[in-house]
């Protein structure tokens, strides 16, 4: 089954630093990544995924990632925080049932953001 | 447009009782996916549709829990006998389509406490 992790569960930041989000994968086959953001008494939204392609992409509110094959890694990175990012995030790869084909996400164990004014 | 809604927002019930989530997807979206989102457990998957037909329930966590969709548009998460355990946040999404690269979105919703 795929997986994924994200070893840090607070990431500290000063506003106008950049930041970086951790996430780990673990697959067999190709890797289908995706970054999500959950503010208080939020749902998840969608900020970015990596399909195929460029290993940089990009995503909404000035997000990227950078996807790293030799490390299986699919950092999130900001080039400068905003407080307003403070936030919990969860990175999560798409799991395909080789009976099924069902496809559901499964998701890292979530990021907690702070960023300080 | 409309994103994923999903009611009640926040639902409080007494263990034993049975409990009704609601999930309207995006309009057009074949695909309608539960999660729950609990302290220790993180984000683990429900259930699955494709149109009205569950392909996947393995991730129900008993037969307490059910989910049906009609029309291919709304469904509805029940819940029987809660217990306090259930108490978590249900989350709803939904996708255009069931593929590899179809992007899940989420609605905000519905925090579960059972008393």
Same mark, same amino acid.
């Given at each position: #089954?795929? !997986? ?10 000063? *506003?106008?630093?950049?930041?970086? /989000? +951790? ?21 998840? &939204?969608? @900020? @970015?995924?990596?399909?195929? %392609?460029?290993?940089? /992409? ?7 990632? *950078? ?12 080039? !400068?925080?905003?407080?307003? $990012?403070?936030? @919990? ?5 798409? $799991?395909? $049932?080789?009976?099924? %084909?069902?496809? +559901?996400? /499964?998701? %890292? ?5 702070? /960023?300080?004014? | 447009? #409309? ?11 007494? +263990?034993?009782?049975?409990? *009704? ?9 074949? #695909?309608?996916?539960?999660?729950? =989102?609990?302290?220790? &457990?993180?984000? *683990?998957?429900?259930?699955?549709? =494709?149109?009205?037909? #569950?392909?996947?329930?393995?991730? @129900?966590?008993? $037969?307490?829990? !059910? ?36 992007? =899940? ?11």
């Amino acid at each position: #089954a795929q !997986s994924v992790a994200q070893p840090e569960d607070q990431v500290n930041v000063a *506003e106008g630093n950049p930041l970086t /989000v +951790k996430c780990t994968y673990s697959v067999s086959g190709n890797p289908y990544l995706f970054w999500y953001v959950q503010y208080p008494n939020r749902g998840l &939204q969608f @900020l @970015l995924k990596y399909i195929t %392609g460029d290993n940089l /992409v990009k995503g909404s509110y000035g997000f990227e990632a *950078e996807f790293n094959k030799s490390q299986t890694s699919f950092h999130l990175k900001k080039p !400068s925080a905003l407080v307003s $990012d403070s936030a @919990l995030y969860f990175c999560a790869v798409r $799991d395909r $049932d080789g009976n099924t %084909g069902f496809q +559901k996400l /499964v998701f %890292g164990t979530g990021t907690r953001l702070l /960023v300080s004014p | 447009g #409309a994103g994923v809604s999903q009611s009640p927002s926040n639902k409080v019930t007494e +263990k034993g009782k049975d409990v *009704e989530l609601r999930c309207d997807p995006i309009s057009g979206h074949t #695909a309608l996916y539960w999660y729950r =989102q609990s302290l220790g &457990q993180g984000l *683990e998957f429900l259930i699955y549709f =494709q149109g009205n037909s #569950a392909p996947d329930k393995s991730g @129900l966590p008993s $037969d307490r829990f !059910s989910a049906e969709r009609t029309g291919g548009s709304v469904s509805t998460l029940t819940i029987q006998r809660t217990q306090q355990e259930d108490s978590a946040v249900y989350l709803c999404a939904s996708s255009l389509r069931a593929g590899i690269t179809d992007t =899940q979105y989420f609605g905000p919703g519905t925090r579960l406490t059972v008393l």
